[in-house]
Each structure stands twice: as C-alpha cells, then as structure tokens.
C-alpha cells in the first residue's frame, strides 16, 4: 500500500497553511525590505529607495572588525572543541576504564546547569590566569562544549571496528597514522556535526565575550548587534537589518559546506559477506 | 618464507588461564588449520603470533627471532581477519596499498605488487571499486590480496571463510588452496569449521580448552584420533560413541559380549557412522528401531534407536529403502573400532 500524495487540499487547509506561512515569512521579509531599503524606518512598508548601502557599512569599518573577531573566535572555539574532544574521546572508547559511562553522562549532567551559573568562578579563573581576551573566551568555551561532544565522538569512535585499527597496525600504521588514516574519515559524520555545533555556538555567544571582553576592537558582531541598538543615539534601522542578515550568513554557510559530511555516517561496510 | 616454533606459550587474562603452555612446531611452507570449538584459544594463538595479544609467557619464533616483544609490523606477518576489516572509505586499490603506503614503499613498486595481486585474485576490474560495492566474495579476496602486496614470510588467516554462504565458502577454500601452492609461503588458519581443517591442511592441529589435543595430518586425525575429543571433532559425520567394557578379555557393549579382544580398562567406544554396515540378523553386532532417515542422494544417514546403547548413526552409500520404525540389524567394521579408557586416550588396537 502507497499513501497517497495527491489528496485535495481543502479550502480552510490551504488558508490556514498561508497563515502559517506568513507569520514565518513576515520577519525574513522585514528583515530583507528594511535591509535593502537606504531610508529604512524600521516600519514594514515597501523600499523608498532600493540600495546596497546598508550592506557596505555592515561589511566595513568596525562592522567588518567585528565580523573578523566572530570569524576568528568561532573557528577557533570549534577547531580547539575538536582537537580536544577527539583525542579524549577516542582514548574514552578504546581503553577501558571502570565506570566510563557514567562518568560521561555525570559530566553531561552537571553541563546541564545554566553556564550563567559558574560565570563568577569562570571570570576569576580567567582573571588570574590573564585570560580575560578572545583567547579566554575559547577556552571557556571549549570547556563548556566538552561534555557533549566527547560522548557524541565517543559514540562515533565506538562504531568504528577495532578489527580496522588492527588491520593497520599489522600493515605498519603507527597510533597517529590510524587515527588519521581509519578512525578520523571514517568518523567525519560525527566530526561535522561536532564543529558545527561548536561553531554556530560560539558565533552565537554574547555573554562569554560581553565579560571577557576589556576593548571595543575585540568585539564579536553578536556584541556589535547589541550597540548598533543605541549607540549612534537613533537607531538605523537598515545598517541593523543588514547587519542581521551579514550575522546569520555564516551559520548557513557553514552547514551547507558541512551538510554532505553530516548526512554520510559510517556504513557498516566490511562485516556483512 | 619462515618457519613458526612455539614454545611452552601461554596466555593469562587476569585469572583466566586461556592458554596452557602449547608447544608447535611449523615448518616452512606448511599449510597449518588451528581447529577446535569456540573458546577453544585458537583465535588468541593465532593474534599471539600476530602480535596482536601479549605473551604471557613462553617464547614465539619466527625464523630463528624470537618475536615476543617485537612489534606486529616488523614480524613479518599478513593478517585476513574474519571481518575482512576492509577500510570502508578506501578503494579496492587504495586497501590493498595503503600498508605500502605507510611504510613509504616507492610508487612504482606498490603499482606493480598491486596489480600483480589483483591479476591473482582476479579484481582487476573492481580497483577503483569501494568495498561496499563488492559481493563477500570479493571483499575477502581484497582482504587476501592486502595480504599478498605485502610479500609476507607467514599469512595468518582468522576464519576467513565464516562469513561467506557454503558455495562461496567452497570455491573460495579452492582459491586458498591454489594460492598456498603458487606462493609456497607458511600459512596458518584458523576455523571451527571441520571441512575446512581437512581440505586445506597439510597439518592440523586441534585445541581445546588452551591446550593441544593432538597435531597431525588430516588423515591421521581421521584415522587415528588420539582422543575421544578429536575422534569427536574430526570427521564428516559425527562419531558414534558407546559406553562399553570389558568382560573375560571381550568386549561388552551394554548386554552384547561381542567377539573383539579389548584391555581391561576400556569404557567406551567410538565408530564413524561411514565404518557400519547394514547386515542380516546372523551377522549383525547391533540392532534397533529406525528413527529417522536423512537422504543427501548420494549417501544417506540412517538414525536408529537402541535398547541400552542411545541414538547411532549409519551412513550408506546412495539411496536406501530402510524406512522409518522399521527393525534394523549392523555390523561394526573391527578393524575402524577406536577404543578409549577413563583418561579418554586411545587404547590398545583391536585384535580378533
């Protein structure tokens, strides 16, 4: 049995899907009319006069800064996150350590506490090790991710059959060799995701760089979002939304470049004659 | 080429004593099939060797160096693993390379060995194939073929035809034959699989429970078991066992004093269903009501309840008209009778 896909829709079906629609649609359009429109007021109204000048000043000067230091502070967080991540995570999955399980879930457990929560302990930590820049915003960061993404790598290393390492050990492969030869590619479903996450996380992030911060120049555009909202005294309205859209660019790229590697898990090939 | 000498090897988990002190000697070019049930330790011999498993104690040779502490690689080895343990993001070519690759083999050598197995194996169509788009056949010939590129002194093979369905099993067990003369290299095999030990070998060797039952060609396991376990392992039909013992120097099986001289201290027998023959009343050491018949075509195997001694089995050549719950009458062929006393060891050679 088929199910059927030309059912007919009816007429309050269709009217309460475009309802939907528009309530989805409205703000992406707001968003894209102010942005376009060079005298935008912050109303929903059609462009007075169509430019791309709210795009150049939210892709220059300390807009463009900032832009470089989200860049810099999300590549950076979800590189570390990984590099960390993997090589605890594939040492939690081949060696046996009484209790493993639990001890993950514990720590994912404890992550689950507002991260606002140990924000005093985490300032003065940062403090007193002269943290308190982008660097240390990683690092906190970082920190935060583990949890998580050690027991998603960790899961990931585990379907990765042994009998593959040992095949490469055999053949000549040293530890290094097998982790970047076999175990790696073969987890890059898992890897992707985990730098995804990491990434849009700490694009994302507003509290970490708002206290750790001490200059203007090392501002994220998650900050500079913040004071485009009062600090030139009347808010423009197209610099914001065009700054918007500039902000939420990257996240999408990031998951169209990373989105056949997500959807490409291991297959268990090799096993099954 | 090399030759394998173990000895005294054995194998500690913790407590668990898996392996008890086993001397083997393996000489170069011998085909060697470890045997033996599951748990039997054939599988952890075979990963000492590799080097895959620690030796807890004992030395393992491998030409004339000792390779306890020697690194797997430098061993000399080529492992097929019963998973095949293909890398699943590699193509064929790239598999059977990638060892050569590791050890920065020039380029146009690991071309040359490549292909060179490929046209062996027969996979030159399916080099730039994935594994996933291999049948089980292929997959392990790929794994057979990572083996050869590497030109090893001693293939190690890790039941490598478990996965594999019985046509493909058979034909691939031909290959591995042909392959192990064309290569002449020392090769040692591990199975479960009975048929697979007798076909391949030119030695088995049977394990149970970490220790050497007994080591021999195929024939002799067949024909001269030195245990009741290996008179029950090898062999294509299992072998009958019935208790017995001796009275006035004859042997007695349950009411029967039946005509052969035996040493006191017997307490069983055993006797391949092949060495039974159907006969008239007259003639006949044994008889019972048919359970039930299996016919294969050209043999067929008569089940048959009796009395006091339990369920026996006869083989006969093609079809027989024996028919179920019928009466039936069988003769013991003296001279394929094995005789076992309490410690299981095989007695004294029957006499008339």
Not at chain 2, 164 to 179: F, H, N, P, V
Not at chain 2, 181 to 190: E, P, Q, R
Not at chain 2, 311 to 327: A, F, H, W
Request: with cysteine.
């Amino acid at each position: 049995m088929t199910i059927n896909s030309d059912q007919k829709h009816t007429p309050m079906a269709t009217l309460a899907l475009v309802f939907v629609a528009i309530i989805w649609i409205s703000p992406f359009s707001w968003l894209f009319v102010n942005a376009v429109d060079t005298q935008a007021t912050g109303e929903l109204r059609w462009p007075q006069s169509i430019g791309i000048g709210n795009f150049v000043s939210a892709m220059s000067g300390s807009a463009a800064q900032q832009f470089m230091n989200s860049m810099i502070l999300a590549l950076g967080t979800a590189t570390m996150t990984i590099v960390v991540a993997a090589g605890a995570a594939y040492f939690l999955s081949r060696v046996y350590i009484p209790g493993k399980t639990t001890i993950l879930w514990a720590l994912v457990v404890m992550r689950m506490m507002p991260t606002n929560g140990v924000l005093v302990p985490i300032y003065f930590t940062a403090e007193k090790s002269g943290l308190l820049n982008p660097l240390g915003v990683m690092i906190a960061l970082t920190i935060l991710n583990l949890p998580f993404t050690l027991l998603l790598l960790k899961n990931f290393f585990d379907t990765v059959p042994l009998e593959l390492e040992e095949a490469a050990h055999v053949e000549g492969a040293s530890l290094w060799e097998i982790l970047r030869h076999v175990v790696l590619p073969l987890s890059r479903a898992g890897i992707a995701v985990v730098w995804f996450f990491s990434f849009t996380s700490a694009w994302n992030e507003f509290l970490f760089p708002l206290i750790f911060s001490r200059t203007d120049s090392v501002f994220p555009m998650s900050m500079g979002l913040y004071s485009a909202f009062g600090e030139h005294g009347a808010i423009q309205y197209g610099f914001l939304a065009a700054y918007s859209i500039v902000y939420a660019i990257p996240a999408i790229g990031v998951y169209f470049l990373l989105r056949r590697n997500m959807n490409t898990g291991f297959a268990g090939v090799g096993v099954k004659g | 080429m090399s030759n394998v000498r173990l000895e005294n090897v054995s194998k500690t988990y913790g407590d668990m004593k898996i392996i008890h002190g086993v001397d083997l000697a393996i000489n170069e070019g011998e085909f060697v099939v470890f045997v033996g049930p599951s748990g039997c330790g054939k599988s952890t011999l075979l990963r000492m060797i590799a080097g895959l498993e620690d030796i807890t104690g004992g030395h393992i040779k491998i030409g004339d160096k000792i390779v306890n502490d020697m690194p797997s690689p430098q061993r000399g080895i080529a492992m097929v693993f019963q998973s095949y343990a293909l890398y699943p993001h590699m193509t064929v070519r790239r598999n059977m390379a990638f060892g050569l690759e590791i050890s920065k083999c020039p380029k146009d050598e690991i071309e040359e060995r490549v292909n060179n197995a490929a046209r062996i194996l027969q996979l030159e169509p399916y080099l730039n194939r994935m594994p996933k788009e291999l049948s089980g056949g292929q997959r392990q010939r790929v794994a057979i073929g990572r083996a050869i590129v590497r030109e090893p002194k001693v293939f190690l093979f890790d039941e490598p035809l478990s996965n594999l369905d019985a046509a493909l099993r058979g034909q691939t067990r031909l290959e591995i034959a042909k392959l192990h003369s064309s290569l002449g290299a020392t090769m040692i095999y591990v199975t479960h699989d009975q048929v697979e030990a007798m076909t391949l070998a030119d030695r088995i060797v049977v394990l149970n429970g970490g220790r050497i039952e007994q080591v021999g060609t195929p024939l002799e396991l067949y024909s001269s078991p030195a245990n009741a376990f290996v008179a029950g392992f090898i062999g294509g039909q299992k072998m009958n066992f019935m208790p017995a013992s001796s009275r006035d120097g004859k042997l007695q099986l349950g009411q029967r004093v039946l005509p052969f001289s035996v040493s006191s201290s017997v307490t069983k027998v055993g006797i391949r269903p092949e060495h039974l023959q159907v006969s008239t009343p007259e003639d006949a050491h044994l008889s019972g009501r048919v359970e039930y018949v299996e016919m294969f075509g050209d043999h067929t195997l008569i089940h048959f309840e009796t009395e006091d001694l339990g369920l026996i089995t006869v083989k006969v050549e093609d079809s027989s008209d024996i028919k179920e719950n019928e009466p039936i009458y069988v003769k013991l062929l003296a001279e394929r009778l094995h005789l076992f006393d309490d410690s299981g060891r095989v007695h004294d050679a029957i006499s008339h």
